[in-house]
């Protein structure tokens, strides 16, 4: 299977702060990353989709302004949470799929555990 | 946000034990997914079904696609205590994408 990272796996980050997330494809290139929510003991709602070389496209509810996208390469997207308060703390995982290949499996990184205090 | 109905919500099985799992929606999907997630972690990949009908398996796990494309089966056969977890289906929202929603979970619980 591909192959995801994320980066950090832990972060701690104080109210008002910007914290940023970066997921990475390692063995294959990905136009396309998403990005995930998910609180304690629930499901994964999807947050937005990174596109390789142009905007998100957020899912609705989602603040763009709070979190910002950015797919500046084939392999790497970041999610930032700007100005964090502690209810944005949550888990948030990306996931992708390589390009040329014959299924659509999503891959997930490990995911990220925000706590901002 | 959308999700997709998954039951049962939690289950205690005795290891050795047979499990069930289903996931239904009221759309149509072209292709279904399962996943595990342990604590803290992202979920695993265990099954990838791409047809209608199709029956697919990997080790002890076997996944259908059902019939009517709006819904799904995962079967574990003589659990173990490692198949401890959260197992989530995944509907691919947007044929030909990387694109999915995740059932609500089934929370397995294995007693040796």
């Known amino acids: 299977g591909a192959v995801v990272s994320q980066h950090p796996s832990r972060v701690i980050c104080k109210s008002g702060t910007s914290v940023k997330i970066e997921c990475r494809s390692l063995?294959?290139?990905?136009?396309?990353m998403f990005w995930y929510r998910q609180f304690p003991k629930k499901s994964l709602m999807l947050m937005a989709t990174?596109?390789?070389?142009?905007?998100?496209?957020?899912e609705q509810g989602v603040e763009k302004d709070k979190f910002l996208i950015n797919h500046a390469s084939l392999t790497l997207s970041t999610l930032t949470v700007t100005s964090a308060h502690p209810e944005d703390s949550s888990f948030y995982i990306c996931?992708?799929?390589?390009?040329?290949?014959?299924?659509?499996?999503?891959?997930f990184g490990q995911g990220t555990r925000l706590t901002v205090v | 946000g959308q999700q997709l109905n998954q039951s049962p919500q939690s289950m205690f099985i005795q290891e050795g034990e047979d499990v069930s799992m289903n996931c239904t929606s009221s759309?149509?999907?072209?292709?279904w997914l399962w996943y595990k997630q342990d604590p803290g972690e992202g979920p695993v990949l265990l099954i990838a079904?791409?047809?209608?009908?199709e029956l697919t398996s990997n080790g002890r796990l076997t996944a259908q696609f059902g019939i009517t494309r709006k819904d799904s089966f995962l079967n574990i056969s003589a659990s173990i205590p490692s198949d401890v977890g959260i197992y989530f289906c995944?509907?691919?929202?947007?044929?030909?994408?990387?694109?999915?929603?995740f059932g609500t979970g089934t929370r397995l619980k294995v007693l040796a």
């Open positions: 079904l791409y047809k209608a009908g």
């Open positions: 990174s596109n390789e070389g142009s905007k998100a496209t957020y």
């Open positions: 063995d294959f290139q990905a136009t396309t």
């Open positions: 996931s992708a799929g390589g390009t040329g290949r014959v299924g659509t499996e999503a891959f």
């Open positions: 759309s149509i999907f072209n292709t």
């Open positions: 995944a509907g691919q929202l947007t044929s030909g994408t990387y694109k999915y929603i």
